[in-house]
């Protein structure tokens, strides 16, 4: 091989290893770039031949990313996520539709709803259909649209009617508090969302018997009559000899003005007739009249307040009315090789032939991991082991520049000789 094959195995040496030093520095540099996956670089040896045992020195076989958990930091933006374990987040870009994954999760909502990073790359996930996630995946939005209102239509009640109580003058719509033995207002919404106090009126009859009635605002409803309340339905509530409630008839219709009709079904709880234990509504027990619970289904339209993202990754909004949809729901992916994605800067990697297709799943599910809001994954680079690993290839550095050196040496004294 000769002397000249050391000079080439240094150069080779201080090539590789000058080749660390910036993977060692750009690992470094990241230290607190969100989501960073550290680089680590793996040597070979090169031979001089297929035949011989003496080598050239080294060469960089590979650079490899480091997919290790990093640490979490708290954020104070729900927007901001993380992954617990495996898998990475999806983007899109706006312009050109190219796919992206990333486990940087610094995202907020842009001013057409979406759900972007900072490059006004979109995350992916799967899409919401009348209140239900499906399996199509598309950019997530955050819609501003108010919340349309919703009629109601059942109203549920849980009380107990005193059976020590004495039956009054005929019902009389109007003086009925004059004419009942107790009552309960809740209010109810109409198919705009407009508001209406509907009173139940409870009149004892006969003995375990009582009579309901359901009032309105006699202004507020069709062919008002000022002044009169407007009675929607009524019926009759029976009881065995144990307060327990046996039958019932539920049903009162509304038409309130400038909106649809509406029929309010009324629970007072299953009676015995329809196989139920006749306690888990209106009962009749020897204590005084009072209403432990009541209840409706119906809200006014309302606007968005707030928005919230489980550990399953599903987007649930909060609106002014107090209501909650859910909005959509984070897809995760995964690769059969995630060692060999290309990392094409900007936090971001894209899949290659040899990383497999994406394996889209939602978090937590086939070794998917979950999602953690308001919360950003760190860096997982280890400083103190970046800054150890630098000296070493420093030493390694020097030790190749100093085979130079030494070659040098010996080829000046080749040349001195048969000089004298």
Request: charged share 10%; hydrophobic share 35%; net charge negative.
């Amino acid at each position: 091989m000769g002397i000249f094959s050391a000079l080439f195995s240094g150069v080779n040496g201080i090539n590789s290893n000058g080749s660390v030093v910036s993977v060692i520095g750009d690992n470094i540099a990241n230290v607190n770039t969100v989501g960073y996956k550290a680089s680590r670089a793996s040597f070979e040896d090169i031979l001089a031949g297929s035949e011989s045992n003496v080598g050239l020195g080294s060469r960089i076989s590979s650079v490899d990313p480091l997919f290790g958990q990093g640490g979490f930091e708290s954020s104070s933006s729900v927007t901001d996520m993380a992954i617990d374990g495996n898998g990475f987040f999806m983007v899109e870009n706006a312009t050109d539709s190219s796919a992206f994954y990333s486990r940087a999760g610094q995202f907020h909502i842009n001013k057409d709803g979406f759900i972007v990073n900072a490059n006004d790359e979109r995350l992916q996930g799967y899409q919401v259909t009348s209140g239900a996630i499906t399996s199509n995946v598309d950019s997530l939005v955050v819609s501003q649209a108010p919340v349309q209102p919703s009629s109601s239509s059942t109203i549920s009640v849980d009380a107990n009617l005193n059976s020590n109580s004495t039956a009054p003058a005929a019902f009389s719509a109007a003086n009925p508090t004059g004419t009942s033995n107790f009552s309960a207002g809740v209010t109810v919404y109409d198919s705009l969302g407009n508001s209406h106090l509907v009173t139940i009126y409870f009149r004892k009859t006969a003995t375990n018997e009582w009579q309901w009635y359901s009032l309105a605002n006699g202004a507020e409803v069709t062919n008002p009559t000022s002044g009169v309340n407007y009675v929607g339905g009524s019926g009759t509530l029976s009881f065995n000899n144990s307060g327990a409630l046996t039958s019932g008839s539920t049903s009162a219709a509304f038409t309130f003005l400038g909106a649809a009709s509406q029929t309010l079904t009324f629970d007072f709880g299953t009676g015995t007739a329809a196989s139920g234990t006749g306690l888990d509504g209106v009962t009749q027990f020897g204590s005084s009249s009072a209403i432990s619970n009541i209840s409706q289904n119906g809200y006014a339209s309302g606007s968005l307040l707030s928005i919230d993202v489980s550990s399953s990754g599903t987007i649930t909004g909060n609106y002014s009315n107090g209501t909650t949809q859910t909005l959509g729901q984070v897809a995760i992916a995964t690769f059969s090789d995630q060692q060999q994605l290309r990392r094409v800067g900007n936090n971001n990697f894209q899949e290659t032939l040899n990383s497999g297709s994406p394996l889209i799943g939602a978090p937590g599910s086939s070794g998917k991991g979950t999602i953690v809001s308001s919360t950003l994954e760190q860096s997982n680079v280890d400083l103190a082991n970046e800054l150890i690993r630098m000296v070493i290839i420093q030493r390694g550095f020097q030790a190749n520049s100093r085979t130079i050196a030494t070659v040098n040496d010996l080829l000046a004294q080749l040349v001195t000789l048969g000089q004298g």
